[in-house]
Every structure is written in structure tokens, then in C-alpha cells.
């Protein structure tokens, strides 16, 4: 779910800047790679030695696939990469860190984190080297997320991209729906669908142990950056604005009002009782129409299910959440690579993981790894080579594309008693029914650290 994140300098990401992830010419791949082997040290050779990483990814597609690919390179300049996933990630490099015993690298879900690690001198600046190669690579946007105070520090490693919405064509053709293209024809379908009486227009839920309510965040930010605006949303997550003012009350009460026992099915009895994960079987089986959630959640359906096949009736798509102001505004997360020295070998790895070859022999290597289905690994570096992503993974490079607006998922930017905490569990109780969106916000900008 990657929460918490750095407070960024905000930038649009135009068109212009994304284009270029799915439109790649068949010589980008390689001249990357003998780019990053010629800059790797005296005459290209690290002596065989072994750089370590740590992250969160941890599931056994995601290990397999970063060595992989880390690797396959590092033979090229003869050293050695070691990731190592970890459920308790968060916990554990602050112990690695203040027993004087980090990773070389460490993959951070929480630009939050990040920045705090930057600023305590536990990580270093990136090498002007791999500033060169993210200018290549990556649209300022999305740099902005590793760069703190002016200086930068981390390297994306992952996109996550979250505007988007689940469903079965299939089932909107038996139905006679369509897809809808603006946010009044998305509500307008909802409320036909409630009023049909058939399944519910939505399934819901936010359960998520100790992070219940991070799903209902994502809600609040898509529909902010949908009603109020990129700046506004801005302003709100770097508390230029406070957390009550009326604009981010009406994006609470707007999803609150939509999330009605008419318009959800909630597969836990309520939506604060469903996990996040059980979303998908419902949708499969007929009991709901549509779910918003990241493109991530393609790892979370039954297996077998099949994806963006127009020859199975049973098959799954997805469609892009509609915007209010015609500016095709989309929320994203990811993961970013900081290195905790700047020996050589370290930064040349972190070179290399800056480049569109890294995206996308990770990616390749990742479908391998699952068997050929959907990997669940995205990147939005440019110039990559499309072919490598399955029909479904193509259309979520496709809706990145078409966006004007990306904003960073904005409870990963706040501090971590806020994005982390009072948002979460006063949103919660905002869809329980025991408090309104205005006290709920009122709650939460009174947690806001002093």
C-alpha cells in the first residue's frame, strides 16, 4: 500500500514528460546498459564486490526479479548484488542505522522517511552521474519524491498508479452500461446501478490491521485533486492550508456520501470490517460492478481470474477514475532507491537502477517469474520498450500517459502522525457514522505536529 512519503516541491507531470514510458525506440535498452557499464569504475570492473540492499517488496516474484536483473548487469562490471525483503522493513533499518550497520541501498515506500534520513546525514546525495541518468530517465515530477531540500537523494524504483477503477466489461455490456468518461457519469452510474437493483455499484472496504483506513485516504486525495485542484492539493498535503479547510471537508463528505449500504457491498459486514484484499472475488462473482484501487490489486483477484481478454466474458479491466475538470488528474505512489554511502560500486548500481533498462528487465524477468500472468510491478521511466507489459500493464502506462496532473499519494507526504495516524483512524470513524467529515478534520489538523 506504500504509506507515508516525503513532503514534495510539486510539480505537474505534463504529457510530454510520461509520453515517452510506451513509446520507446528498440536501441534505448542496450545503449543504457553500455552506458552504465562504461561509467561503473576504472575500466568497468568492481573486483566482484557484493552490494546489499534492503526494501519492503518482499514476496518471492519481487526478490527473484530484483536480483535478477540487478545481477545480470552486475556481471557486466563484475560485482554482486544481495537484496533482501522485508516484512519489517520500517522497524528494521532504523535498528541497521543506529547499530552503525545499513545496507549499502535500501528501497524507502516513505519518502516521509526518506527525507527524515537525508536530513539526519544517515543517507547520501546521489552522484552527479545519476542525477545525469534520472534527467534522461524520469520526468521532474517524479524526481521530486527522492529530493530533499534542493539536493537529491533518492532514485525511483517503482510506480504505483491509483486512479483507477475495476470492473468486468462483460458485466457493464449484460447490464447496458457504459463506461464513464466524467465524474457526474460515474456518480450518474452509480446511481443507476443502485437503483436497478442487481449487484452494488461498488465493493468497499478498508480494514487493513494496524493501517485501517489508508484505502479511504486515497478516496479523500483522488476526489481533492479531482474537486479542488493540483494547488489545493498541494497546499493541503505541505499544511500551507489546514487540514479542515471547507475544500478537503467536501472531498470527506463527498466520498462518505457516495460509500451509501445502497451503493456498497462490503464482504466483512461493513466497510470498516472488510480488508482492503477481499475486493476481488466479490467483483468476480457477480455481487459488485466496480472497485477503485491501484493497479497493485491485480495481485489480489482469485486466481485464475483473466485480465483485459475480450474473449472471456469473465475477464477483468480497468478504467481510469474520471476527473471534474477536464485535467485527467492522477494519484500515484512508488518506491524509491537511497544509498546509505557513495563507494563506487554503490553508486553505480544506483546508476543503473535510475535507467529505463532496469524498468524494464525487471518487469520482463518479474512476469517470468509469476508464470507469465500480471507481474505487479510498474515503472514510469521513460523509454522503455511496451512490449514487455502485458495488455492490462499497457493500459495503466496508457493512463499515465494521458495524464496532465500526477500528485504523489498525499497521506505518504504528511507527517507520520497524520498520514499514518489521525487520517486513517478518523477516517475510519468518519465511515463507522461516529463522527462528521467536519469534526474528523477538525480532529486532524489539531494532530497536525506544532
Not at 201 to 209: A, D, H, Y
Not at 218 to 245: K, S, T
Not at 329 to 347: C, E, H, K, Q, R
Request: hydrophobic share 40%; proline share 6%.
Amino acid at each position: 500500500m506504500n504509506k507515508r512519503w516525503l513532503k514534495l516541491a510539486a510539480v505537474p507531470v505534463a504529457l510530454s514528460f510520461i509520453a515517452a514510458a510506451c513509446g520507446s525506440d528498440s536501441s534505448s535498452s542496450s545503449d543504457s546498459t553500455s552506458q552504465n557499464t562504461t561509467a561503473a569504475g576504472e575500466g568497468g570492473d568492481f573486483g566482484g564486490v557484493t552490494v546489499t540492499i534492503t526494501g519492503p517488496e518482499r514476496d518471492d516474484p519481487s526478490i527473484a526479479a530484483i536480483n535478477d536483473t540487478l545481477n545480470a548487469w552486475g556481471e557486466t562490471v563484475n560485482l554482486k548484488v544481495e537484496y533482501t525483503g522485508d516484512a519489517d522493513w520500517e522497524a528494521n533499518i532504523n535498528t541497521q542505522v543506529e547499530g552503525g550497520n545499513p545496507p549499502d541501498i535500501s528501497f524507502f515506500p516513505q519518502p516521509g522517511k526518506l527525507a527524515d534520513f537525508a536530513r539526519a546525514g544517515y543517507i547520501v546525495p546521489v552522484t552527479d552521474e545519476v542525477n545525469t541518468t534520472l534527467d534522461e530517465f524520469w520526468a521532474d515530477g517524479f524526481q521530486k519524491y527522492g529530493n530533499v531540500d534542493d539536493v537529491q537523494y533518492g532514485v525511483p524504483a517503482k510506480t504505483d498508479l491509483k486512479s483507477l477503477v475495476w470492473y468486468q466489461p462483460q458485466a457493464f455490456a449484460d447490464a447496458g452500461y457504459e463506461v464513464p468518461t466524467t465524474y457526474d457519469d460515474f456518480v450518474a452510474l452509480v446511481d443507476q446501478m443502485a437503483a436497478d437493483g442487481g449487484p452494488k455499484p461498488l465493493c468497499v472496504g478498508i480494514e487493513s490491521g494496524q493501517a485501517t483506513g489508508w484505502t479511504f485516504t486515497d478516496w479523500v486525495e483522488d476526489m481533492v485533486l479531482r474537486q479542488a485542484g493540483a494547488d489545493v492539493y498541494d497546499q493541503w498535503v505541505n499544511h500551507e492550508i489546514p487540514f479542515d479547510d471547507p475544500q478537503i471537508v467536501t472531498a470527506m463528505q463527498t466520498v462518505v456520501d457516495l460509500w451509501t449500504p445502497e451503493n456498497v457491498f462490503a464482504a466483512g459486514g461493513s466497510i470498516a470490517a472488510t480488508n482492503f484484499a477481499d475486493n476481488g472475488q466479490p467483483l468476480v462473482d457477480g455481487q459488485c460492478y466496480m472497485h477503485r484501487q491501484a493497479n497493485f490489486f491485480a495481485g489480489l483477484f482469485p486466481e485464475g481470474t483473466t485480465f483485459a481478454d475480450p474473449s472471456d466474458p469473465t475477464a477483468v479491466d480497468v478504467f481510469y477514475f474520471p476527473d471534474i475538470n477536464g485535467d485527467k488528474p492522477v494519484l500515484t505512489a512508488g518506491i524509491f532507491a537511497s544509498a546509505f554511502n557513495d563507494d563506487p560500486a554503490t553508486m553505480a548500481v544506483m546508476n543503473y537502477i535510475a535507467t529505463a533498462d532496469y524498468a524494464q528487465t525487471r518487469q520482463k524477468n518479474q512476469t517470468e517469474a509469476v508464470g507469465g500472468g500480471l507481474s505487479g510491478y510498474l515503472s514510469a521511466a521513460m523509454n522503455q520498450d511496451p512490449a514487455v507489459y502485458q495488455p492490462l500493464e499497457q493500459s495503466f502506462l496508457t493512463i499515465l500517459n494521458a495524464s496532465q496532473i500526477a500528485r504523489f499519494d498525499g497521506s505518504d507526504l504528511m507527517p507520520a502522525d497524520v498520514g499514518a495516524g489521525t487520517f486513517w483512524s478518523e477516517g475510519t470513524s468518519l465511515v463507522n457514522g461516529d463522527t462528521t467529515a467536519a469534526d474528523a478534520a477538525a480532529a486532524i489538523e489539531a494532530s497536525w505536529p506544532k
